[in-house]
């Protein structure tokens, strides 16, 4: 299995519902990524998982909360979201900290 | 700071040879990959350099000048489906070796 899968693939929500997006990579990769990517924009990094433990958070607003159950899921908790907050999220995995980067096809997020 | 430079967008024709080069200043630095992303969809990674050097992989092949903080991405024989934007991203040597996306080159193959 060499891919990253992430569901759901669409997600519409309002400024006050809690929603999860989620994850999951069956290639023994011991690092995960959630990035945030609007339009004709380059990925931007949010969350780094390494060996289950977060080790970077790029200064992230705490409407978005991640969690790492275990080596092969990676879920990004929602909440109170705003309409900029739109965007397609990706989720990557690499087999090492730094190491090149599978993409999940991502999740396309509307805040209404 | 952090600072990585390509050109926005390029047009070559199909079957032609096209170079996207990529500048980068940054605090640290331990490898530079090359990611392409067709719209809509995911990146995908092409090619990685740490060292000096060309490193080629059928019809890409990618070059690095570390001293001259310079990498580009040659890409030949182009086909349509070339069409996508080509991300430059390089990895720094501290803080669990982040890496940090260029903005992308939006490149259109012509017939």
């Known amino acids: 299995d060499t891919e990253v899968t992430q569901t759901p693939k669409h997600l519409v929500m309002g400024m006050t519902n809690k929603k999860s997006l989620k994850c999951e990579q069956h290639?023994?990769?011991?690092?995960m990524y959630w990035y945030k990517q609007k339009a004709k924009k380059p990925p931007e990094l949010m969350f780094v998982?390494?060996?289950?433990?977060?080790?970077i958070n790029e200064s992230v607003p705490s409407r978005f909360s991640p969690e790492c159950p275990n080596s092969s899921l990676l879920n990004l908790h929602l909440h109170a979201l705003q309409p900029e907050d739109s965007a397609l999220y990706l989720c990557?995995?690499?087999?090492?900290?730094?190491?090149?980067?599978?993409f999940g096809p991502g999740t396309r997020l509307t805040v209404t | 700071g952090q600072n990585i430079d390509q050109p926005t967008e390029m047009t070559a024709t199909e079957g032609a040879i096209v170079q996207i080069n990529c500048t980068y200043q940054?605090?640290?630095?331990?490898?530079l990959f090359w990611y392409q992303q067709h719209a809509g969809e995911a990146p995908t990674f092409l090619s990685y350099?740490?060292?000096?050097g060309l490193e080629e992989k059928g019809r890409f092949s990618s070059f690095l000048s570390r001293s001259k903080g310079y990498s580009y991405l040659l890409l030949k024989e182009l086909q349509m489906k070339d069409s996508a934007s080509y991300l430059c991203?390089?990895?720094?040597?501290?803080?669990?070796?982040?890496?940090?996306f260029g903005a992308g080159t939006r490149l259109f193959v012509k017939a």
């Open positions: 350099n740490v060292l000096d």
């Open positions: 991203a390089v990895k720094g040597n501290t803080g669990g070796f982040k890496t940090i």
């Open positions: 998982y390494s060996y289950e433990k977060l080790s």
């Open positions: 290639m023994g990769h011991r690092a």
């Open positions: 940054t605090s640290g630095f331990n490898g």
């Open positions: 990557a995995s690499s087999q090492a900290p730094g190491n090149e980067q599978y």
